[in-house]
Antibody, heavy 121, light 110 residues
Framework: EVQLVESGGGLVQPGGSLRLSCAAS????????MSWVRQAPGKGLEWVSF???????YYADSVKGRFTISRDNSKNTLYLQMHSLRAEDTAVYYC???????????????WGQGTLVTVSS | QSVLTQPPSVSAAPGQKVTISCSGS????????VSWYQQLPGTAPKLLIS???NRPSGIPDRFSGSKSGTSATLGVTGLQTGDEAVYYC???????????FGGGTKLTVL
């Protein structure tokens, strides 16, 4: 059974850093595209980042240069390192497994339950 | 302002049918697969439709998807109160090299 469990959220001051983790089971993160998607309170879904099975990474313009997606194949875990956090980064962060069409993402087929990040002084 | 345009809300009575539209452009919907996600209150999104019109295992056939040109549509028949949720469309945008979601449509079953 595919499962994704996020952790690492919490309260952080503006300008601070936080690392989110997403522990996967039932499949290998190394063999799949993986993604982070966030949802600000009362708002819609916003794609944040991809890491492809080959290791290429992609970011939304809103987080480029501040966030880094990575994975640890030995722990079967996906990460999102977040720096220079801003109030507008406050959101529930979901990790998701992504089906691909060979060169581009196609579908987010499994989602975790999410972890809340609050950026406030 | 989302790249993909969805109506903010739709409503219908139990047992009736409703459709939710998702409008984009040639750089996204026009040349890529569309997927639909259901987000029940207080829960994570869940895949409802993949590859424009495929239902994953466990999704009732009351839910259907279609795509024509630069628009996609989610259809829900035999509405139930349990279908009340926010529905999102999503696809890859080759021009932006980014994944894009619609703004979401809140379905109310009256």
């Amino acid at each position: 059974e595919v499962q994704l469990v996020e952790s690492g959220g919490g309260l952080v001051q503006p300008g601070g850093s936080l690392r989110l983790s997403c522990a996967a089971s039932g499949f290998a993160v190394s063999n799949n595209y993986m993604s982070w998607v966030r949802q600000a309170p009362g708002k819609g879904l916003e794609w944040v980042s991809f890491i492809y099975s080959g290791g290429s990474t992609y970011y939304a313009d809103s987080v480029k240069g501040r966030f880094t997606i990575s994975r640890d194949n030995s722990k079967n875990t996906l990460y999102l390192q977040m720096h220079s956090l801003r109030a507008e980064d406050t959101a529930v962060y979901y990790c998701a497994r992504v089906l691909d069409r060979g060169v581009t993402p196609k579908t987010f087929d499994y989602w975790g339950q999410g972890t809340l990040v609050t950026v406030s002084s | 302002q989302s790249v993909l345009t969805q109506p903010p809300s739709v409503s219908a009575a139990p047992g009736q049918k409703v459709t939710i539209s998702c409008s984009g452009s040639s750089s996204n919907i026009g040349n890529n697969y569309v997927s639909w996600y259901q987000q029940l209150p207080g829960t994570a999104p869940k895949l409802l439709i993949s590859d424009n019109n495929n239902r994953p295992s466990g999704i009732p056939d009351r839910f259907s998807g279609s795509k024509s040109g630069t628009s996609a549509t989610l259809g829900v028949t035999g509405l139930q109160t349990g279908d009340e949720a926010v529905y999102y469309c999503g696809t890859w945008d080759g021009g932006l090299s980014a994944w894009v979601f619609g703004g979401g449509t809140k379905l109310t079953v009256l």
